[in-house]
């Protein structure tokens, strides 16, 4: 729910940067006194306003992801970014070394030590001349989204997604598999070089960040600058290498089985979705409504939680489930910070798969609403490695009990 405002005025425009550098500046120029408790309302303060325009930031970053052709969308996303980003991230910096000077800041460990550990990574990668190659570098992630989500194809008369027709991979008929793959692949192609030039330019955008930084590569810039503590890249390298020599083989047996079984000399790439036995592919429901309705009752039946706050993810609408032309593909969970409320973004074809996002991403928005009385912003931006906890639990969890999306002889299948 969202909090009255202590500190940011309830007519503060967040897309003026007049009126932010105001708001910062008044953080910045505060003459703290040397007690703990008004050195936490300081950061109390701080954090509120971090909230309102993060909260900003992200409610046209979803308005541009759920429509990429809208130009005028797009433009107050990239103005945001290119014109209030830069603030936050300079101030930010002043802030923090404020902040850290202070004399009571020892006396905060134990409420504030994990965010204070990060604070101190991003003060020493630090620099300002890499708040306009990261503002360069968000613009060219749009620029490739852009790209992405215009992709379409010609099926029987029809203007599809290429996410829609990946639900035809799953047809038993084996040359309609391979027209839809080489449809999806071939319409991939027509934007190899545009797709190319993005990685190219973003690739050496990141190289020279992490040059800036003092870094040896991006590789390790990443790992410090998403706080990667507890190990390194080259324990990453070792479980590559282990991926590569125990799951490899085990996947290569699984798919001479699973060729056996479908009475095929070699597989192809478009006989990996499709049921082995031939069975045709589960359709549990028609469109991304009856998708968030039937999952509704799952979690319905779970816990008093989980119902209500996918109730409120409902009555608020804060879920975009369909596939359609000009949307960003793919799925994420973002947070509204100050509404103290999560979105859920998808690509939903009517498949199998779409029921098990729609479970994924709401175990990242059952986790937003658990942390919504966080008292700070920091403690509500987790690390990837454990925001996948919650969201992989709910696919197990809410697929104990698929009813509401199959008879049992489809369960069985």
Request: charged fraction near 30%; hydrophobic fraction near 40%; include cysteine.
């Amino acid at each position: 729910m969202k909090k009255q405002r202590q500190f940011v005025p309830e007519n503060f425009r967040a897309d003026d940067a007049e009126s932010v550098k105001k708001l910062y500046t008044t953080l910045l120029s505060e003459d703290i006194p040397l007690v703990p408790a008004r050195l936490r309302d300081w950061i109390l303060r701080w954090s509120e306003l971090d909230c309102v325009l993060a909260e900003v930031s992200a409610r046209r970053y979803v308005a541009m992801t759920c429509n990429t052709a809208d130009e005028k969308i797009a433009k107050a996303y990239s103005d945001f970014i290119g014109n209030i980003e830069p603030l936050m991230s300079d101030y930010s910096d002043k802030l923090c070394r404020k902040m850290m000077a202070h004399p009571s800041i020892s006396a905060l460990e134990d409420e504030f030590g994990t965010w204070f550990r990060k604070v101190r990574v991003d003060l020493e990668l630090f620099r300002k001349e890499n708040i306009p190659l990261q503002t360069e570098e968000t613009q060219d992630v749009q620029a490739y989204q852009k790209i992405t989500a215009a992709m379409s194809v010609q099926d029987n008369g029809e203007t599809k997604t290429l996410q829609q027709m990946s639900a035809f991979l799953e047809s038993p008929d084996r040359n309609r598999r391979e027209e839809v793959w080489k449809k999806i692949t071939e319409r991939r192609l027509q934007d190899k070089d545009a797709l190319d030039d993005a990685f190219e330019k973003l690739f050496r955008l990141r190289v020279q960040i992490a040059k800036n930084a003092g870094c040896r590569d991006y590789i390790d810039f990443i790992f410090k600058d998403k706080y990667r503590f507890d190990y390194t890249p080259a324990k990453c390298r070792e479980f590559h290498e282990s991926i590569e020599k125990i799951v490899l083989p085990l996947l290569r047996e699984i798919y001479k089985r699973r060729a056996a079984k479908m009475k095929l000399a070699k597989l192809r790439p478009w006989d990996l979705a499709c049921d082995e036995l031939s069975r045709p592919p589960l359709r549990p429901f028609k469109n991304g409504e009856e998708l968030i309705s039937k999952c509704g009752e799952i979690f319905g039946k779970l816990n008093s939680s989980t119902a209500a706050w996918f109730s409120e993810l409902q009555k608020q609408k804060l879920i975009d489930p369909d596939s359609r032309i000009g949307k960003a593909p793919g799925g994420y969970q973002i947070g509204f910070e100050e509404s103290a409320l999560p979105f859920i973004f998808m690509n939903a074809a009517g498949t199998d798969g779409d029921i098990y996002t729609l479970l994924h991403e709401s175990g990242h928005s059952f986790h937003q609403f658990a942390m919504a009385d966080q008292p700070i912003i920091a403690y509500r931006d987790i690390p990837s490695e454990f925001a996948e906890v919650a969201s992989m639990s709910m696919e197990l969890i809410g697929s104990t009990d698929l009813n509401p999306f199959y008879s049992k002889a489809e369960d069985a299948h």
